[in-house]
């Protein structure tokens, strides 16, 4: 009866979260210029054929290409003798894309935590609430940026991990990696959770590498097949965003100001006593402790790289 009643919780927090998601659709707000960005090059292979994406292009094709058929599907007419598509009803549909990431994310988040927390569904519960709920999530959902996919697809990445579906958590970080090259970075926090669910194995490592390493090449043809003179999708931006490699220690203490200010509109003020006493929980003798500590090891890295190295300091990071 409780599992039941778990389960009908979750839907109703899944069609609230859908809910307001979708109703960000509703409000006319013009492209940041990123998003502008990612969405000519979408538009060009939605509507002139352009599927290898030319010119200077830091990223990798999957999200375009995803913002793409959304554009075909929702946006693309013929107009006279040519395609073309409202720029609104264009903002609408590359937007649609990132609302469905946005659910996957929440989705994924409840199936995980119920896998890594098996003797408490409350935490599976908590965990979707706070996702479903939190402003910084729902703020990035209805946007053309590339972090939604990327977020979402190693969400699914995470949850094979737990377990033990090596081969699926290879396949996920590597359309990741097809989403944006910035996914490498959370390969670490993928073999904590198969570390702390005890599913990492010597046959693990091979089931996980092996879709990595036939993307990769993949993604090296694709890349080299076409016509840029910026270095390519792998040159990350240098062209707009040099990284020249640590910051002086002098900029530590305001970086870390400026990423706490971000960081707070994750799931919001009043919610960080609650993950101050979930890291003094973390650091006694219970039942969850591997899967704690995994994860707040990796959180402090992560911001630690991103304090230390002089990274953009952008709030979508934060993702």
Known sequence: ????????????????????????????????????????????????????LLGDLDKPPLAIYANAIALTLFAVQ???????????VGEFAVRVVGVFAALIVIAAGYALAQ?????????????????ALSPFALAFSATAFTDGLLTALVALALLASARGSWWWAGVWIALAF???TQAVY???????????????????????????VISGLALLLWDAAREWS???????????????????????????????????????????????????????????????????????????????VDFNIYDRYLL
């Open 115 to 131: 896998r890594l927390y098996p003797r408490d569904h409350t935490v599976a519960l908590w965990s979707m609430l706070l996702l």
């Open 1 to 52: 009866m409780a599992a039941k009643r778990t389960f009908w919780i979750a839907i109703l927090i899944l069609l609230i979260a859908a809910g307001m998601r979708t109703r960000a659709l509703d409000h006319a707000e013009r492209f940041h210029a990123d998003e502008a960005l990612f969405t000519t090059f979408a538009r060009r292979a939605a509507v002139n054929g352009d599927w290898l």
């Open 178 to 180: 097809w989403t944006k």
């Open 230 to 308: 910026n270095g390519g999708i792998f040159a990350l931006g240098t062209a707009n965003n040099p990284i020249s490699g640590l910051v002086p220690l002098d900029d530590a203490p305001d970086r870390v100001i400026a990423w706490f200010n971000l960081a707070r509109w994750l799931i919001g003020a009043p919610t960080i006593l609650l993950i101050g006493a979930g890291m003094i929980t973390a650091l006694r003798n219970t039942p969850f402790a591997r899967v704690d500590r995994a994860l707040i090891v990796y959180s402090a890295g992560y911001l630690a790289l991103h304090i230390l």
């Open 78 to 88: 013929p107009r006279a003798t040519v395609l073309d598509f409202d720029p609104l």
């Open 186 to 212: 959370t390969v670490p926090l993928i073999i904590l959770i198969g570390w702390s669910a005890r599913t990492l194995t010597p046959r693990a490592w091979i089931a996980l590498l092996t879709p990595l």
